[in-house]
Structures are given as C-alpha cells and as structure tokens.
C-alpha cells in the first residue's frame, strides 16, 4: 500500500494552470448561461434562481470544459502563426460550447439557438464578453506555458539518456 503512495506525484506547474484554465471558463461559462436564461426570462432584479436555472448553469459550465478540451489542440502554439491559432480555437471554443450547452438545456432548439443566445449575450453584455475574451486568451497563455514545460522535460530526458 506505502508504494502506491510513493508513486503519486504533485502536478506540475504547468498542470495547475491548466486546471485553473478549466476552471475559470467552466465558472464563466455557468455566468453566460444564467446570464442567457435571466435575459430571455425578462425578470426584474429580484427572482427566485430554482432548478431550470442551477441546469441551465452547470449546461453552460459542461459545454465551456468539453469545448476547451476539444479546442486544446488550436491552443498553445507560439509566434504569430499560434496567436492566429488562438484566435480561431476561441471562435471554435465558443461555438462547440454554446452547441453543446444549448443542447443539454433544450435538445432540439437549443442546439439551434445556442450560439445565437451565446452572441446575443455577449453583444448585450460588454464586460461579460471582455471577461469570456480574456479568459480564453488566459486558457491560450497556460497551454503555451504547458507546452514549453513539456518540451522542456523532453529535452532534459534526451540529455539524460545520451549520458546514459
């Protein structure tokens, strides 16, 4: 049982980022989404939050992680050619999000109109778009530290190798 243990190791930092990056577009997704169904509710300021909200919120989060993680190979790339990378892994990030958010929500329709709800939020929301906008390039800037590390350890396990 002690060996076990002994075989576990800390993620590195580059790993921590990563999680970070995940968390923080899977809470700016589940805002988008609460946003999105408070604005089509057309409520006041003061509502009740009851069980279609809390779904619509963890769709958003669900559909914000699955859509990083399918986006993750458009991130992380470096120079000019890698910021062009970025730029439409955030545009694919946004639109496999919303699809896969609007179909856990409503599966028919809401297929159809995520992205549109998802636009739609974003042009009514300008801080809420800048904060989706960054975190996207943050989740770009962690990949690129993630990627440079793994090249990293490569490099030193070549080194160590060759004098072996």
């Known amino acids: 049982m ?15 980022n990563i999680a970070f990056a995940y968390v923080l577009l ?11 169904v408070i604005r089509l509710r057309n ?28 986006s993750s190979r458009f991130m992380g790339q470096v120079g000019a050619k890698g910021f062009a ?6 545009l694919y990030l946004s639109l496999v999000g919303s699809l896969v958010a609007g179909t856990l929500v409503l599966p028919v329709y809401g297929t159809m109109f995520g992205p549109f709800t998802l636009a739609i939020t974003l042009i009514g929301a300008p801080i809420l778009a800048a904060a989706w906008v960054s ?15 793994l090249r990293h350890e490569e490099r030193l396990t070549r080194l160590h190798s060759a004098r072996t």
């Open 135 to 149: 975190a996207v390039m943050l989740a770009h800037l962690t990949f690129v530290a993630y990627r440079e590390e």
């Open 43 to 70: 409520v006041g300021p003061f509502f009740d939050i009851g069980l279609y909200e809390a779904w619509v919120s963890l769709a958003g989060a669900c559909g914000a992680v699955l859509a990083l993680k399918a």
């Open 26 to 36: 899977a809470v700016l997704g589940a805002l988008i989404a609460f946003v999105s």
């Open 2 to 16: 002690r060996q076990n243990f002994r075989k576990l190791r800390l993620p590195s930092r580059g790993e921590r």
């Open 85 to 90: 990378s970025a730029l439409w892994g955030a």
